[in-house]
């Protein structure tokens, strides 16, 4: 198939693009390189069925010729990319999303929507299911992400409902490994940075709020499955193995071996207290669910850090304040 990935050379989508080279598609990247690196995709450049166009998808998508697949992951997810570039963040979920749509429509191909488990925002229930319509603050700073994302699924259900497209919605939960940016903010790629250059890591609230953690490559095979069926979803796609800051925080040291201790800090507005998915549609209705194991994952995401000893020791002396 011709698939466009938008975002496609960030942490996931680069994921993504690698896995859908290896099984014989024609991949068309597309990034405006905001928080994306080419360094993710340099293994692709020149592949006789790859091509990297960057392009900023809330100015439009023209591309030539037609394609079978949208695959829509293009936005600011981390924290901090979201928090300082808020307006950035509501526009690719607005104006990125119609016009990712709008591509759809003229090759009249499957379009798939990269939501996330923010949209349930601080959840009153436990675990979080499909139907659930969420706990989010409007307002708050976080909110540029959680209702960028909550648009993003409104109006890809409006363009299925008025345009009669072929759409699907999957939501993300935490996930981690290679090529995750160390200063990214995420606690995973934070703390691993930390542990390995012997700097506090810093844990915010008392540690006891919980998150559900999938390696990468569980989450691309959940990808590509959405990709590959007709499910509107909108579908949740994540680990459901539930653990706290604190036992993520020493299951880090454990693997690294590091002598850095825990640094407490306050809370930010509106984190989630706890956040674990309900994978029950992903397997009844796509056969998946992650095979994984969290510290397998984590050990191998130790390793690329390790492979880039100057990136991750800048970055934990950024986050440690130094």
Known sequence: MHIVVTGGSGFLGSHLCDALIRRGDVVICVDNLSSGKLDNIA??????????????VCAGLDLPGSVDVVAHLASPASPPDYLRRPLDTLAVGSRGTENALRLAVRSRARFVLA???????????????????????????????????????????????????????????????????????????SFIAQALNAEPLTIYGDGTQTRSFCYVDDLVCGIIAMIDSTEAGPINIGNPEERTVGELAELILKITGSPSNLEYHPLPTDDPARRKPN??????????????DTEDGLKRTVDFFKSRVESTRIAAAALSGG
């Open 43 to 56: 293994d692709l450049m020149g592949h006789r069925r790859f091509r990297f166009v960057e392009a900023d």
């Open 115 to 189: 939501s996330t488990s923010e949209v349930y925002g601080d959840p009153v229930e436990h675990p979080q299911h499909e139907s659930y319509w969420g706990n989010v603050n409007p307002i708050g700073p976080r909110s540029v992400y959680d209702e960028a994302k909550r648009y993003a699924e409104a109006v890809t259900m409006a363009y299925r409902r008025h345009h009669n497209l072929n759409t699907g919605i999957f939501r993300i939960f935490n996930t981690y490994g290679p090529r995750m940016r160390p200063d990214d903010g995420r606690v995973v790629s």
């Open 279 to 292: 994978i029950t549609l992903a397997w009844e209705q796509l056969g998946w669910r992650p095979v994984v």
